[in-house]
């Protein structure tokens, strides 16, 4: 499966945006999708997980309140919708697909076998 984020950009903090994860494949649903982040000087880090139905979803603590994945399987498509964003929240955001995770909740990155090309989210103070 090929992905790619789109949806980043520049946005002062308390602000709000919305990234978009689009699949190729006919069996995008056989896939838990994760979406991380990496920030100048840091390590990727998970940020949230939904299982490939859709019907469960998980978030790092610091995000949860605040951001939310959803997908729709029918269009291959995976969205973050993240509200209040905070200056720490800058960072490059990928999307990333496993077909052998059972945990959508798994923050572990050699789970995943498909990275989108990453896009950025810079928020300002």
């Known amino acids: 499966v090929q992905l790619q984020a789109s949806g980043g950009g520049l946005v002062q903090a308390g602000g709000s945006l919305r990234l978009s994860c689009a699949a190729s494949?006919?069996?995008?649903?056989?896939?838990?999708i994760g979406w991380f982040r990496q920030a100048p000087g840091s390590e990727r880090e998970w940020v949230a997980g939904i299982t490939r139905s859709g019907g469960s979803t998980y978030y790092d603590d610091s995000v949860k309140g605040r951001f939310t994945i959803s997908r729709d399987n029918a269009k291959n498509t995976v969205d973050l919708q993240m509200h209040g964003l905070k200056p720490e929240d800058t960072a490059i955001y990928y999307c990333?697909?496993?077909?052998?995770?059972?945990?959508?909740?798994?923050?572990?990155?050699?789970?995943?076998?498909?990275w989108g090309q990453g896009t950025q989210v810079t928020v300002s103070s």
């Open positions: 990333a697909a496993s077909s052998r995770l059972r945990n959508a909740a798994d923050r572990t990155t050699t789970w995943y076998d498909y």
């Open positions: 494949g006919r069996t995008f649903s056989g896939y838990v």
